[in-house]
Every structure is written in structure tokens, then in C-alpha cells.
């Protein structure tokens, strides 16, 4: 796949800030100014950098990983060359990645002057990573390996609005009691699992508040460990739009976009935020609910109790209520997708009343989209959910709103664009988040 190019490089955005290893090695002249051109550090910091000597190997194992990640298959030599890294540590840090089988030698060689070099490559094989989301209409597995590749991906019908709390993550726990058997039974270790909400999620793991859910203060991680029976692995709970982001960071179309934003489509709206590369969370995780922004202050009341929330005129139950009126005749519904594709297809059949109505929606989405730009100017805002989905009748009508309210010319730069992840993005990003402690240069526990 070709990915648009931002600022000359697929994997760059934005300026390079010199990392804390730059000045470490021997480096003048052609192999200097080469380093500045390929220097490449935007990533997922979800932990602190390491802050002390002790630290450095830590660090320039997350260096050497990173850049076998981008540029592979390279050799110790392109890794010296591009890192920074002198020769003799590049080898003796490689030497323990492959014996812990982090990467390994694929046996090819580049001829260059002199002797051949052996090409590095991520192995990964012996280890996986798990992301879960827990939707209004259903529950997600994914596992990858440590290249990011999926090792399986499964969906599961649940109403999780209509069940308590303790019975949600009781499925959840069935579900990945499943995948935790399969990947184990393929001879690999999890590194860790990451379970997305669309809601509230405080820094433990309890979510205070999520109203597509109808919980309040539910402690989900705490309930999944004992549910898994305290398995020797983390598990963390994020918000679907921080892991979203991620897995749109790393896997979506515009990957390595370091001022980025996503917006969750589905039952809520939200945002997952990264500026200058790094996750924006605000001081308790709560950042990010452009969804409860008032832009109506005559709209609808939301299901947070306020009114004309941006959640209430855009989020999925809004739009299927607003084009099908009839929907909700024979009672409650619980599964969006059916009534989704009934707005698609009388929009393919320019059904003007629908057309006119998506037109409408597009521009409160687009007026949403302008707060989130005029805040943070980012590069991209990819939408997620049924934003995607209805992208060809919304976009247009959304990125004229953006123009006409951002105070920045041409909206800042921004990009409003649908994103093709689909619906397992959440638990994408969920897996890739689980994979940043050994990506951050920390060996797996063996
Ligand atoms: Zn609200």
C-alpha cells in the first residue's frame, strides 16, 4: 500500500527532535547530516522516558527495535549508521535481542564494498499482544505479533447496555480466556492485553462514567484480573478513542502523523489525541470528550443529561433516529449496524430527504471537527465508526464546516479524512498499546 507522504518520509511528521542518544556516537560530516535526515522519533510513548544512565541500554534497545520495526530488513551497520549507536553496541545490543528473540537474521545478505552484511529482521514469533473493546452492540478480540502482524481477530455479538456491569466483563473474560488459549496454544507468550471503553477510564482502570454503557465506576481491570485469575501479564483499560488513535498512528492511512486525531464513531464520539507524537490525557486520563462539547444549545438533550451535545446530533443513535423516524416504533434497538445500512442504501439511492438530512448531521460534525483544530492543530483528523461509513454524504458538508470556523487558514492544514482500520481499530490499537512495554527496550519476562 502507498501511504500519503507527509513531510517527505511515509514514517515522519513534523520536525525531529534530536533524541537523548544523538550525541553518543562518533558521527561527523555525510554519516551526520544522513542521521538528520533519517531521524525518525515519532512513536507511541505511553511510559516515561528512562531518566538515568542505568536507563540507557533500556533506551537504545528501544532504538535499535524501532528502527529494525521501520526499516527492515537492515543490517547492524544501517542501524549504527541511521541511530547514531557506535558499531560495538549496536552489535552487543543485537546479539541479546536475537537471543531473547526479538529480531532475527533472515539469512539474506546486502553486498556492499567490503563483506556482506547480514539483514536484521523484528522475530517476535515467541510473543503476542491482545486488544479488546467493549462496544454498545458487541465485543472485540484482536492478538498481533510484535511486528504488528494479526495473529486473530474476533467479533462477538453483546449488548452490553442491556446487561450489568459484572456480566459484561464476564464475556469479555470468556472471550479472551478464547484468544489467551488459542495464542498460547501457538507456542507464544502475551505480553499484554489492553481492553478500550467508550467511556471514562481513570488511570487504575475503572470507568467512572460511560453512558453508551449506562456504567458508573465499574473497576475493569481490576474485575477482568480476577476474571483471568491474576494472569503474569498487564492489563490496562484505555478509552476506544486513545487506543483508536494508536492503531491509526501505526497501522492507519496516515501512519506516523505525529499531530493526530480520531474520532470514534458508534454509540459515543470522542477523541484520541496525539500531539507531537505523545497521547494528550489530560491530568486524570479524561481528556479528549469532544462528544459532550455543547454545539447546539438548542439541540436535543443527551444522554450525559445535558443539551445539544455534539454526541446528540451526530453519534449513530442520533443519526439512525433523525433519517429512519420510524426506527424505534416497535421498541428499543439494539443493533445499530442493520439500521446503518438502511441510511447507506437510501442515501446510494439519493433519497433527498436522507441526503439533505446527512448534509445537516455533516455540518455539526464538521463544526465539531473546528473546535478540535482551532484547540490543537492537527495534520489529520481521521473518523472512525459510522463517520467512515457515511463518509462520501458527510465529508463534504463536514469539511466545508471546518473552513468556514477555523480561525487558521485552510483550516491549519488539517485533513478530514474517513479512516479505512474498520471496526476492530479499537482493539488494534488496544494490541499495539500492550506491545510498548518491550518496544519501549524492557526484555519480556521469560
Ligand atoms: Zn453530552
Not at 46 to 59: F, M, N
Not at 60 to 88: E, M, Q, W
Not at 405 to 434: E, F, H, I, W
Request: glycine share 12%; aromatic share 2%.
Amino acid at each position: 500500500m502507498t501511504r500519503p507522504t507527509i513531510n517527505g518520509d511515509h514514517l515522519t511528521a513534523g520536525p525531529a527532535r534530536a533524541p537523548r542518544y544523538a550525541m553518543m556516537g562518533a558521527g561527523t560530516g555525510m554519516a551526520q547530516r544522513r542521521r538528520r535526515e533519517r531521524q525518525i522519533v515519532i512513536d507511541i510513548q505511553t511510559e516515561p522516558q528512562p531518566s538515568d544512565l542505568g536507563d540507557v541500554r533500556v533506551t537504545n534497545r528501544a532504538v535499535v527495535l524501532r528502527h529494525v520495526r521501520r526499516h527492515a530488513p537492515c543490517s547492524r551497520a544501517d542501524i549504527a549508521a541511521h541511530t547514531g549507536l557506535n558499531k560495538a553496541t549496536v552489535s552487543s545490543l543485537v546479539t541479546e535481542l536475537i537471543d531473547r528473540r526479538l529480531l532475527r537474521e533472515t539469512g539474506l545478505t546486502e553486498n556492499r564494498v567490503g563483506r556482506p552484511a547480514t539483514m536484521l529482521v523484528l522475530d517476535g514469533e515467541p510473543y503476542a499482544a491482545l486488544g479488546m473493546e467493549i462496544g454498545a452492540d458487541e465485543l472485540v478480540v484482536v492478538a498481533v505479533d510484535l511486528g504488528g502482524n494479526r495473529l486473530l481477530t474476533w467479533r462477538r455479538a453483546f449488548a452490553a447496555p442491556l446487561a450489568a456491569p459484572a456480566e459484561t466483563v464476564r464475556a469479555l473474560a470468556t472471550l479472551a480466556r478464547r484468544a489467551i488459549n488459542r495464542v498460547n496454544g501457538q507456542g507464544r507468550t502475551i505480553l499484554g492485553l489492553t481492553v478500550g471503553v467508550p467511556g471514562l477510564v481513570d488511570t487504575a482502570g475503572t470507568v467512572p462514567l460511560a453512558t453508551a454503557l449506562g456504567w458508573r465506576d465499574v473497576p475493569v481491570a481490576t474485575a477482568l484480573r480476577a476474571a483471568l485469575r491474576d494472569p503474569d501479564f498487564t492489563i490496562a483499560v484505555d478509552t476506544d478513542a486513545n487506543l483508536a488513535v494508536v492503531a491509526e498512528q501505526r497501522h492507519g492511512v496516515y501512519a506516523g502523523t505525529a499531530d493526530l486525531v480520531h474520532l470514534t464513531g458508534g454509540a459515543t464520539v470522542g477523541a484520541g489525541v496525539l500531539t507531537g507524537g505523545r497521547p494528550l490525557r489530560g491530568a486524570r486520563g479524561f481528556a479528549g470528550e469532544v462528544g459532550h462539547v455543547p454545539v447546539d444549545p438548542a439541540g436535543p438533550v443527551c444522554e450525559c443529561g445535558r443539551r445539544g451535545c455534539l454526541t446528540a446530533l451526530v453519534a449513530l443513535p442520533a443519526v439512525v433516529r433523525r433519517l429512519l423516524p420510524d426506527v424505534e416504533v416497535d421498541g428499543p434497538v439494539t443493533d445499530w449496524l442493520p439500521e446503518l445500512e438502511r441510511v447507506q442504501t437510501l442515501a446510494r439511492q439519493e433519497d433527498p430527504g436522507v441526503l439533505a438530512g446527512l448534509a445537516e448531521i455533516g455540518t455539526h460534525l464538521g463544526h465539531g471537527v473546528s473546535i478540535l483544530a482551532n484547540l490543537l492543530n492537527p495534520q489529520v483528523v481521521t473518523m472512525g465508526g459510522h463517520f467512515a461509513v457515511l463518509a462520501p454524504w458527510l465529508l463534504p458538508a463536514a469539511r466545508a464546516e471546518l473552513h468556514a470556523r477555523a480561525l487558521a487558514p485552510a483550516a491549519g492544514g488539517c485533513q478530514l479524512v474517513a479512516s479505512r482500520l474498520g471496526a476492530t481499530a479499537t482493539a488494534l490499537g488496544g494490541a499495539t498499546v500492550a506491545l510498548a512495554t518491550v518496544e519501549s527496550g524492557r526484555l519480556p519476562v521469560s
